[in-house]
T-cell receptor, first 118, second 110 residues
Framework: GAVVSQHPSRVICKSGTSVKIECRSL??????MFWYRQFPKKSLMLMAT?????????EQGVEKDKFLINHASLTLSTLTVTSAHPEDSSFYIC??????????????FGPGTRLTVT | DAKTTQPPSMDCAEGRAANLPCNHS???????VYWYRQIHSQGPQYIIH???NNETNEMASLIITEDRKSSTLILPHATLRDTAVYYC???????????FGTGTRLQVTL
């Protein structure tokens, strides 16, 4: 089956620093990747949609200058949390839609990255 | 996308069928019903989807009422590994975005 990986699985950083999270589709190519965040005991919230080779589309209320998304290849998207603050501590999850998919539902999720900002 | 309503939590004994309901009374004709689940601290996993006919796969069955205003996900023989939050999502077939609600936390017990 299609596998999506995320790296790192968990990261602790100090307030004011930047953190990069990678999302890779391991056995398929993905033109579209999605980034979500999830606070404890809450549901997933879509942050942005990224398409390979173009600028990401951010959801309302998500600061694009704070959450930098780069989708430079068909198998890799990165999310950089810039100048992180404790309120950015969350579980970040990516998903990827296969390039060959004719079904809009076909979307595979990564295992998530737990970010803790101290 | 149509809004969905699910009970916040349910319990089920291991080996019994788990029936998870979802109300989507404002669903449109071109909107599908999708089910995903999220095991603790993992990414969501696709389970099943349907438009108006009942569907079955190796994981579960999806029963959609004739008026399409509600549906039920059935796990025929729940195991402890099925303990998770189950999300019912309604969206148009051509859309890419998944909008997650609060889901149902299913606890399978011995």
């Amino acid at each position: 089956g299609a596998v999506v990986s995320q790296h790192p699985s968990r990261v602790i950083c100090k307030s004011g620093t930047s953190v990069k999270i990678e999302c890779r589709s391991l056995d398929f190519q993905a033109t579209t990747m999605f980034w979500y965040r999830q606070f404890p005991k809450k549901s997933l919230m879509l942050m942005a949609t990224s398409n390979e080779g173009s600028k990401a589309t951010y959801e309302q209320g998500v600061e694009k200058d704070k959450f930098l998304i780069n989708h430079a290849s068909l198998t890799l998207s990165t999310l950089t949390v810039t100048s992180a603050h404790p309120e950015d501590s969350s579980f970040y999850i990516c998903s990827a839609r296969p390039i060959s998919s004719g079904n809009a539902y076909e979307q595979y999720f990564g295992p998530g990255t737990r970010l803790t900002v101290t | 996308d149509a809004k969905t309503t699910q009970p916040p939590s349910m319990d089920c004994a291991e080996g019994r069928a788990a029936n998870l309901p979802c109300n989507h009374s404002t669903i449109s004709g071109n909107e599908y019903v999708y089910w995903y689940r999220q095991i603790h601290s993992q990414g969501p996993q696709y389970i099943i989807h349907g438009l108006k006919n009942n569907e079955t796969n190796e994981m579960a069955s999806l029963i959609i009422t004739e008026d399409r205003k509600s549906s039920t996900l059935i796990l025929p023989h729940a195991t402890l590994r099925d303990t998770a939050v189950y999300y019912c999502i309604v969206r148009a077939g051509t859309a890419s975005k998944l909008t997650f609600g609060t889901g149902t936390r299913l606890q399978v017990t011995l």
